[in-house]
Nanobody, 124 residues
């Protein structure tokens, strides 16, 4: 059974940085695209960033492009989200997810397995 565990969230001030981690277990993830999503109170879950199986392709929401960087370490079954220049509007519960299929471009991914999330709160 796939298990995803996010960590690294916290309370920071605007302009600060955080690095989120997502450790995957219960399967082989080195051939799967992975992604980060977030959900703010009263809003729907939204896409943040995604990365293909070997890290060669990355995609970002316009709202985080240039500030966030997604990366992965397949030897550790871990995906990261480096968040710089944080803004109050980045406040949300951040989730990682894994594509149910292998070798796919993240734009074609079917993200079905989700972690429990890690809270990021940015004060102004």
């Amino acid at each position: 059974q796939v298990q995803l565990v996010e960590s690294g969230g916290g309370l920071v001030q605007a302009g600060d940085s955080l690095r989120l981690s997502c450790a995957a277990s219960g399967g082989t993830f080195s051939s799967h695209a992975m992604g980060w999503f977030r959900q703010a109170p009263g809003k729907e879950r939204e896409f943040v960033a995604a990365i293909n199986w070997n890290g060669a392709r990355t995609y970002y929401a316009d709202s985080v492009k240039g500030r966030f960087t997604i990366s992965r370490d397949n030897a550790k079954n871990t995906v990261y989200l480096q968040m710089n220049s944080l803004k109050p509007e980045d406040t949300a519960l951040y989730y990682c997810a894994v594509d149910s299929g292998s070798w796919r471009d993240p734009r074609s991914a079917d993200f079905r397995s989700w972690g429990q999330g890690t809270q990021v709160s940015v004060s102004s």
